[in-house]
């Protein structure tokens, strides 16, 4: 990967997202896009974050001084490759199912002395160790990538997480009445011109839980899947689901055994 | 007494249905213990963020007809016919027609209306009109490019829908209907995907009246 200057691929893509946060109509915002991912070509801001992500695994930190090479994400002490296409998983430690993000917490708080709270309760996205997470989890996705998804079911705790996923996704209410199923319960519609992945089935390659984490141009940000679901709640007009909550990771589990077979493109770049 | 042959009538579906599922997994839990452990996963994961009360959601996600929505997409049977027009006839008398029997107000004052994607999320504040979030799912006016496509296509409504007289007696019926259909889509269709404007307080009348417009003004552009 070459190496770029940083603040300028950030100038140019805070640019871009000041020109797409104007009235712009979205057709042209569409072609912008289009225009700006083939300008960005071989890379994308995301690899910034990758970039990032890679030397705080290694970097001593933490009260306890320590790196991250001692984490397991499912296939044993300090693997990165290949991890992230098999989460959410049970890990017997903390008798959880847990995503990346969540796994990456238990890490940190684990092996380096972070304290959960800043991360998890009174962390904010893009700050802090919640960008830290962010980073870390963006790396760990790059090292899955062309690889498909494949969830393990075999313990109990995975399977009654994918129930409850499933039943997270159709449930419907607020004052809205609307369900996840609502915008990714069919094939081939769209929000305005936004096409919406169907996730209740395998929406393909690179699609869905395959394209997360991914650089967001129109908020000039690095999203996580825990990100991208929150902002889906928000606009379900559900409440705030907390950072790595039960009902996030549960979704990530439906949708990724529902994506069995997809190829992960991450770390992506989005509208 | 037919509720309670129906509901148990229903019970059983579920529970064959759960049973085949169970068979197919090995040892899950009960659709009952499965929906027990959702909410239970519910209540742990949210918390109250501006306008929106996590209790008023989850109470919301327990409604019998959200339930019985959600339960026919998580165990794939479709709604039983009589239920879903006890739901439609419950859902239809919360409509509140117009008090003056005027239905239609400005077009233009609609499109902007139909435009604006504002309102019931944690970033909105309470006292902030809502937007009617249309364009979102539906064709409009042909000017606009940029429309969603999760409902029908609503260009040239009133040649789709046979208007051609607003004052015709025979125009009444579907005049009704479409403010109806706005008021509380459910009346019409118990799981319909679209929001209920008013009877869940996100419009007003004369919003409503606007959109009424949009849709059925001769001027309007929908329909030139």
Known sequence: MKRRNKSAVLAVAAAMALAMGSAMAEDSTSAAIDEYRQMLQDGNPAELFEMDGEALWTEARGPKGATLEACDLGKGPGVTEGVFVELPRYFEDTDKVQDLESRLVTCMVELQGLDRADIVENGKWGQGERANVTALATW????????SFN?????????????????VFFQRGGQYDFSCATCHGQENIRIRLQELPYLSKDPGDGVGIAAWPAYRVSSGQMWTMQHRLNDCFRQQRFPEPDFVSDVTVALGVYMGVQAKGAKSIASAIKR | MKKTLFALALMAGIAAATSVHAADNGSLPSAEELDRLTMEANRNSFHDKGIIKVDDVLASINDPLMRACADAKIYDQPMDPETQRKFEQENMATIQWPEDGNYLGDWEAGEKLAQSGRGGTWRDKA??????????????SP???SFGTIGLSLYNYRKLRGVTDLDDPKSAEMIKYTWGKIYNAKAYNACSNMPRFGSHGILTQDQIRDLMALLLDPDS???K
């Open chain 2, 221 to 223: 552009p929908v329909n």
């Open chain 1, 151 to 167: 969830l393990p079911q075999d313990h109990e705790e995975e399977r009654l997480a994918y129930e409850v996923g499933k039943r």
């Open chain 2, 143 to 145: 000017e606009e490019l």
């Open chain 1, 140 to 147: 760990i996705a790059s090292q899955s990538r062309g690889m």
């Open chain 2, 127 to 140: 006292e902030d009109p809502a937007g009617g979030n249309c364009y979102n799912c539906h064709k409009i």
